[in-house]
Nanobody, 113 residues
Framework: VQLQASGGGLVQAGGSLRLSCAVS????????MAWYRQAPGKQRELVAH???????NYADSVKGRFTISRDNAKNTLYLQMNSLKPEDTAFYYC????????WGQGTLVTVSS
């Protein structure tokens, strides 16, 4: 199993980024997936998740700003992040929900004020 997140970077507050996660080793199309994040010194938290059928749910802190989506043909999970805030700074990871796959390296998002 491999979960390869990409698309992070440095962005100013109010900016946007689109994260991608290439998934291999599982039957992606039937697996509920999620984005998680971990800020320095904090525990990993659930950001958003999406069912195999495309239903979505979001943490209150990102609702209305982030959009999770999936492309089952490409075995890829996405996270569109708009109106970014400094408190969104963290490493972002994808995994199934509930998490149970080996964690990948994640991708770092840094939002400057």
């Amino acid at each position: 199993v491999q979960l390869q997140a990409s698309g992070g970077g440095l962005v100013q507050a109010g900016g946007s980024l689109r994260l991608s996660c290439a998934v291999s080793g599982i039957i992606f199309s039937i697996t509920p997936m999620a984005w998680y994040r971990q800020a320095p010194g904090k525990q990993r938290e659930l950001v958003a998740h999406i069912t195999s059928g495309g239903s979505t749910n979001y943490a209150d802190s990102v609702k209305g700003r982030f959009t999770i989506s999936r492309d089952n043909a490409k075995n890829t999970l996405y996270l569109q992040m708009n109106s970014l805030k400094p408190e969104d700074t963290a490493f972002y990871y994808c995994n199934r929900i509930p998490s149970g796959l080996p964690w990948g390296q994640g991708t770092l998002v840094t939002v400057s004020s």
